[in-house]
């Protein structure tokens, strides 16, 4: 069934002018608000209820994407304020993950219901929607919400302090305590036109992520250790974003953060799994020097790679030179093609841009640049980090630092005996 349809069977079922309910139904498509979600929004506009239904009380975990509206008794476990832009209006919301003695659930408020982290609340007529796969409450004009008499028992922490490790895409209201290790002071064009934003990365003892704050806060500079109350997280690059809003409250604390200097050491297949890590470090072998590395062109508007001149966004352009390496590196349990950017590639072809030109130049071919480079590192093994990116087309580790292995074999391989439980090996 076509938009216009469903706008049809609503407007007649309302008794409402058709081209209002297309209007109201397309533009909340478009905000990504799933279609029965919509019908529903639209129904509640126009006094026609929730599709006939009465809410009925659920507990977290019986909650599915195919209810229409419930009630429920909760805990406030974060409670995060946020700007989004909606229908070409600026609205506030509220959001976070509520939870009951059977599990946790997010929510958006479309209105500020006056629950703060840890209240427990009944609320009623709490409309659902899919989000990630997953419901999700959704609270606006037609819903309740009131204090519970008593208070709700969770197995979840209450408030939203989190290390930087757990913090996972999605998550908002969440409160952290980190050292700004990089920060710099960028324009971009934003919905508004020019923005000013921070950038950088901030870190603690469990890991390193990067942030961005919409809405810079004079406190955040290099060095500085900082509480950041009120953040979201969104995936960056395959990996998790700290996200601060005008909402966030950052204040200065008097004990400095420390920040582990070494990234968690992982296997192959244990970083893949993990779905993306800002930053990460393996060890393998180095199996293979791809295709399309070594002396390359860049795009000059983008910084993409381009071929015969032709960036796929710009067009035709006059390339950059560049040096690059995508290495196939393997430990055993799985893959990952390693990125050099220039400054390490330099390192293991033992020259600049300017050598690999000249090389291309003399042997009026460019593949020479990166056959140099497979002599070097084909067959031996590296010990990479870096950040890591898991989507549809792969595994990629985009290097950090790229140094052959100082590791004993015999001792790796003492280790993974251990760990199948063999303490003895007999010749």
């Not at 508004?192 to 955040?220: C, K, Q």
């Not at 250790?225 to 690059?237: G, N």
């Not at 140094?403 to 090996?425: F, H, I, K, M, Y």
């Amino acid at each position: 069934m076509q938009l216009d349809d469903h706008a049809e069977e609503l407007a007649s079922a309302l008794g409402v002018d058709k081209e209002e309910v297309k209007e109201d139904l397309e533009n909340l498509v478009q905000y990504s608000v799933p279609l029965d979600e919509a019908k529903q929004s639209i129904r509640r506009k126009h006094g026609g209820g929730g599709g006939g239904s009465t809410p009925s009380s659920k507990d977290v975990a019986d909650i599915t994407t195919e209810d229409g509206s419930v009630n429920v008794t909760v805990r406030v476990l974060t409670a995060g304020t946020r700007t989004i832009r909606y229908q070409g209006d600026d609205i506030t919301i509220r959001e976070g993950e509520l939870a009951d003695g059977t599990g946790k659930v997010s929510y958006t408020a479309w209105q500020d219901f006056g629950f703060e982290a840890g209240d427990s609340i009944t609320i009623g007529n709490a409309g659902i929607r899919e989000w990630d796969g997953k419901p999700e409450l959704n609270l606006n004009d037609s819903s309740t919400v009131a204090m519970a008499s008593e208070e709700v028992d969770v197995e979840y922490p209450v408030g939203g302090d989190a290390d930087l490790l757990d913090l996972e895409p999605g998550d908002r209201g969440r409160n952290v305590e980190v050292q700004v290790l990089e920060v710099e002071e960028r324009t971009i064009n934003g919905r508004d036109g020019d923005t000013d934003i921070l950038s950088g990365v901030v870190g603690d003892e469990s890991a390193r992520l990067p942030f961005t704050d919409w809405d810079p806060h004079t406190e955040i500079e290099e060095g500085a250790s900082l509480r950041i109350e009120d953040v979201y997280i969104r995936e960056f690059r395959g990996v998790p974003s700290v996200n601060l809003s005008e909402f966030s409250t950052v204040t200065e604390l008097a004990s400095p953060v420390a920040v582990n200097d070494s990234a968690p050491k992982l296997s192959v297949r244990e970083a893949v799994d993990s779905g993306g890590m800002f930053d990460v470090e393996v060890v393998g072998n180095l199996l293979a020097v791809r295709d399309g590395s070594g002396l390359i062109e860049r795009c000059p508007e983008c910084a993409r790679v381009i071929q015969n001149g032709q960036c796929r966004s710009h067009g035709a352009v006059e390339g950059e030179d560049d040096l690059r390496v995508k290495g196939i590196l393997d430990d055993g349990t799985d893959t990952v093609t390693v990125v050099l950017d220039a400054d390490l590639t330099e390192r293991v072809y033992g020259g600049d841009v300017t050598d690999a030109k000249e090389a291309a130049r003399d042997a009026m071919d460019k593949e020479v640049v990166a056959d140099a480079i497979r002599e070097e590192i084909v067959g031996l093994e590296f010990r990479v980090r870096g950040n890591l990116s898991v989507d549809e087309y792969g595994a990629n580790l985009d290097a950090e630092e790229f140094a052959e292995s100082d590791d004993d074999p015999a001792d790796r391989a003492r280790e993974l005996l251990a760990e199948v439980g063999v303490t003895e090996v007999k010749a």
